[in-house]
């Protein structure tokens, strides 16, 4: 019987010791295991919500921790190595956070969202067309590229007073700012002024005219002013006198005119007349002496007197398709010393004045036309180192004689070969010279070089 009793009591101890130490500890384990799975998954929760998913940050911006939490989670530190990301470059990063074991992830995006800045440049102008709204900012700074444009559409600036103008700025990225910028304007009412209008002068049956020789048109703001001609009452087939408009416009509408007269004129002959009083000879020669004292030394040649004779008159009578007058020389002459422009003929007229006071025998040659339509050319015969040369102080000038040539001292068959018809009845005027001295002469400097064959 005891022993019966005494496995009754062992079995009640392994019960005992399962129900009261075992059970207890199992159910304490899982009990932590789950509170602490519990509190793990909390902070997991707790560092999701504190990461933000997507980061906009400005270019040039540091890349730090708080640019990605609400709050740092203990044990937090980059995965990505940031320090090699260039914020000064608009780009898109995945960027991986250790945090105390796990890892997130989020999305940099580096933005510009600086608007552009500048300074305006203050306008004073004449009323007209807007500038190009980039010309009226300077010191413009932005990261990325910047365009001008007038905010609200271009201003109308054609009237007078003080007004801003409003410039927007934007760059790449769509960011903008708004500039004004002060215009003074100032109406314009100054018509262009036309200078070098004149009544002209043209031999009747004349192909044409050059019109706009020695015309010029000046405005105080427009810099080109539109020039117009009504040529349509000339008619150069009949003799007579015709009006002759010039119009200038400036680019707000401001216009002036001028009208002269073209005179159509008869052709003479260009021989001195007969006619011709001495009245207006001895004015001729003293206006040609004014010159000549001041062109010519005591000492020169008649060659050195000719060469300067006709290189003055090359240099300072501008060409033109017209006459001072076919009356006579002697008026030609003066019209041309007067207006410093003239045709052949006055030029011409010049050096013969001038010639005749130098004592420098010349002749007149005139052109020998083909046909009655033909127009005339005079130039002159001078009798030089004891021979005749054809010398002509007409501009002529081309690709193969550019300007500042003219002819002086030539043979017939130099003067032939010049620039324009020097076609003329040769039996008509004195023997000319075979002799070519042109290697000596330098029409371009009106200058005789040295060596020249003077006979004794």
């Known amino acids: 019987m005891m022993a019966s009793r005494g ?64 709050q740092i989670p203990p ?9 090699s990301i260039d914020t000064g470059m608009l780009a898109t990063y995945d960027i991986a956070i250790n945090c105390g074991g796990h890892v997130m992830h989020s999305i940099l995006n580096v933005v510009d969202c600086t608007a552009p800045v500048g300074k305006p440049v203050p306008v004073e102008m004449y009323a007209g067309t807007a500038p190009e709204p ?32 409003n410039v927007r700025l934007t760059d790449a990225s769509g960011n903008y700012s708004v500039i004004s910028v002060p215009f003074h304007i100032k109406k314009d009412t100054q018509a262009p002024v036309i200078y070098g209008a004149h009544d002209m ?27 117009q001609i009504d040529n349509s009452q000339v008619n150069l087939d009949i003799v ?4 002759l408009t010039y119009s200038a416009s400036d ?6 005119s001028v009208t002269v007269k073209v005179h159509v004129i008869p052709i003479a002959n260009a021989e001195q007349s007969s006619v011709a009083t001495q009245a207006y000879i001895d004015e001729a020669y003293r206006m040609a002496k004014e010159i000549t004292d001041k062109i010519i030394d ?12 006709f290189y003055w008159t090359h240099k300072n009578i501008s060409f033109i398709l017209r006459t001072p007058s076919y009356e006579n020389w002697a008026v030609a002459a003066i019209n041309t ?9 006055g030029t011409w007229a010049v050096c013969k004045a001038m010639l005749d006071v130098e004592g420098i025998e010349n002749i007149c040659v005139v052109r020998e036309r083909k046909n009655s339509w033909d127009n005339f050319h005079y130039w002159a015969l001078v009798k030089l180192n004891g021979e005749w040369y054809h010398c002509d102080a007409q501009k002529y000038f081309n690709d193969y004689t550019p300007k500042g040539y003219f002819c002086f001292m030539m043979t017939d068959a130099e003067i032939k070969a010049a620039p324009t018809d020097h076609t003329f009845a040769k039996d008509s005027y004195p023997e000319r010279s075979t002799t070519s001295v042109q290697k000596y002469i330098n029409v371009y400097q009106g200058k005789i070089l040295s060596g020249f064959p003077y006979n004794e």
């Open 7 to 70: 496995v009754r009591k062992s079995r009640f101890n392994v019960m005992r010791f399962l129900g009261f130490v075992v059970l207890p500890l199992f159910s304490g384990a899982l009990l932590g295991s789950l509170a602490a799975y519990f509190l793990y998954s909390g902070a997991i929760d707790n560092i999701e919500r504190s990461c933000l998913s997507k980061v906009d940050i400005e270019y040039g911006h540091p890349i730090t921790l708080d640019c990605f939490f609400t």
């Open 75 to 83: 044990n937090t530190e980059f995965i990505t190595n940031v320090s």
């Open 134 to 165: 980039s010309s009226l900012i300077t010191d413009i700074f932005d990261m990325t590229a910047v365009t001008c444009s007038y905010d609200g559409g271009e201003p109308d600036l054609t009237k007078g007073g003080d007004v801003d103008v």
């Open 201 to 227: 002068d043209v031999m009747v049956g004349s192909d044409s005219i050059s019109y706009r020789d020695g015309i010029s048109v000046l405005d105080d703001y427009c810099a080109n002013p539109a020039l």
């Open 240 to 243: 007579g006198d015709y009006p």
């Open 251 to 256: 680019d707000v509408g401001n216009t002036s």
């Open 298 to 309: 005591d000492d020169d040649t008649d060659v050195e007197k000719a060469m300067k004779i």
């Open 337 to 345: 010393f007067t207006k410093r422009y003239s045709s052949c003929y």
